[in-house]
């Protein structure tokens, strides 16, 4: 699964709307949904911050495996 | 735990942006600036071309122009950035470089005379050859001004480069 997906994924499975998890990390609620949509690449220090929000690694939610 | 974490975007600029917004924010200040300026190019070189005995009329235009084309060498220096397509300068491309300066010059100066008319008295021998040969001597000293300046540029480059890398490997 795409990684902006798998972000997406892991939200909503924790029952939480963008604007939480932007709330929670600190950044606004249209930055969650880009990164969500692929059209904004977060840096590593924002990509820590939404693994942490979600409770997920960031291999969990960033790495690509290669097919 | 995430209430003692920084939050991006947050510290001493006391800055409300996220990254997202930051970046959007330089990204439109990046195009805004190279807008302004070759603006200013255009407005500057209109005005030579439209009256070249009146530099009341464009030298505050050219001395803008300077002034943020010499900040943006520099600071582009300073940063260690050459080209988009090279790491490294090379006499090639300082060669190709400075033949363009030459190149621009002359077709500038062409036009200039075109406008001012300069070209009307063409047809006599010894017009014609004062002008090419104004020309051919300007188009000499831009291409030799040129060379030498982005010459020494390069070996600064090249210098600066070398003490860098030779920092990281006493950091290794």
């Given at each position: ?13 924790l ?8 709330d ?7 930055t ?5 949509q ?16 979600l ?8 790495w690509?495996?290669?097919t | ?8 975007g ?18 439109i200040?990046s195009?805004a600036?190279n807008?302004a ?19 009341g ?8 122009f300077?002034?943020l084309s ?13 080209t ?9 491309q300082?060669l190709?470089a ?25 047809q ?10 104004y ?7 831009v291409?030799a001004?040129a ?15 070398r003490?860098?890398?030779?920092a ?5």
């Amino acid at each position: 699964m795409h990684p902006v997906s798998r972000t997406k994924v892991a939200r909503v499975q924790l029952g939480l709307t963008q604007q939480e998890l932007a709330d929670q990390i600190g950044v606004t609620r249209q930055t969650i949904g880009l990164i969500e949509q692929g059209k904004f690449n977060p840096s590593l220090a924002l990509c820590i911050q939404i693994a942490k929000g979600l409770g997920k690694t960031l291999d969990e939610l960033f790495w690509e495996e290669e097919t | 735990m995430m209430k003692n974490m920084a939050k991006p975007g947050s510290g001493p600029s006391k800055s409300v942006w996220d990254e997202r917004q930051q970046q959007s924010y330089h990204t439109i200040n990046s195009r805004a600036f190279n807008l302004a300026w070759t603006l200013l190019l255009l407005s500057f070189l209109v005005q030579v071309v439209l009256f070249p005995g009146e530099p009341g009329r464009w030298l505050v235009e050219m001395g803008l122009f300077m002034v943020l084309s010499i900040y943006m060498g520099a600071a582009y220096f300073r940063a260690g950035l050459w080209t988009m397509r090279s790491q490294q300068p090379s006499l090639r491309q300082s060669l190709l470089a400075s033949v363009v300066a030459a190149l621009l010059i002359t077709a500038f100066s062409l036009i200039r005379m075109a406008v001012s008319g300069q070209w009307e008295g063409l047809q006599q021998a010894d017009n014609a050859w004062s002008i090419i040969s104004y020309l051919l001597l300007q188009a000499i000293i831009v291409f030799a001004a040129a060379l030498i300046l982005l010459s020494l540029i390069s070996h600064y480059h090249r210098k600066k480069q070398r003490e860098a890398d030779a920092a990281l490997d006493t950091d290794e």
